[in-house]
């Protein structure tokens, strides 16, 4: 794993736990409506609406969302310094 692979790797690590230290929160409206909070710290959620939960939907699909770009940002820097080592290397 390269120095930019470690740093994708991290920045992901503490994208998750943000997420999980500031999740999302909503509360049902009238008539089945759902309603966001925003993000709080997950032991003070928002005091003004009664009810309101974790979205853990919308939680679970930024979880989603950061893991692909994570993924795909890791793959792109680790393909690029294998074609930089095939490439210093000497015909005999």
Do not use: N
């Amino acid at each position: 794993m390269g120095r930019k692979q470690r740093v994708v790797v991290t920045c992901a690590a503490a994208a998750i736990f943000g997420l999980l230290l500031f999740p999302p929160f909503h509360y049902e409206g009238g008539q089945g409506v759902c309603i966001q909070e925003g993000y709080h710290f997950v032991l003070s959620p928002p005091q003004g609406q009664r009810g309101a939960t974790v979205d853990t939907g919308t939680l679970l699909t930024l979880w989603a969302g950061v893991l692909l770009l994570a993924g795909l940002a890791y793959l792109s820097l680790g393909s690029s310094g294998r074609s930089e080592e095939r490439d210093c290397v000497e015909d005999p």
